[in-house]
């Protein structure tokens, strides 16, 4: 089964920056587009970014746009969130996601990874 392990999260201050990995292992991984969410205490599941499966195109949610940076590595099964002038409004648990790429839109898949915590104090 496809395994996915997000790692790089931690506590920053509000305008400050993190680099959060996904390494994938098992099938599947070359062939899914990926995308990253996040969930806040007390909130759902929210979209944040995603990327093609080949890198090609990128997708994100309004609110993170000029600050987040989805990139993968095919070679290293391995996908990005670069996070720059982080909000306090970004703290959340920030989850990688194989899924589908298409035509601009995302669709999550089954496979999650455990999930990152990211801390962002004022």
């Known amino acids: 089964q496809l395994q996915l392990v997000e790692s790089g999260g931690g506590l920053v201050q509000a305008g400050g920056s993190l680099r959060l990995s996904c390494a994938a292992s098992?099938?599947?991984?070359?062939?899914?587009?990926m995308g990253w969410f996040r969930q806040a205490p007390g909130k759902e599941r929210e979209f944040v970014a995603a990327i093609s499966w080949g890198g090609q195109s990128t997708v994100y949610t309004d609110s993170v746009k000029g600050r987040f940076t989805i990139s993968r590595d095919n070679a290293k099964n391995t996908v990005y969130l670069q996070m720059n002038s982080l909000k306090v409004e970004d703290t959340a648990v920030y989850y990688c996601n194989a899924g589908r790429y298409y035509g601009g839109t995302y669709d999550y898949g089954d496979y999650w990874g455990q999930g990152t915590q990211v801390t962002v104090s004022s």
């Open positions: 098992g099938r599947g991984f070359i062939t899914n587009g």
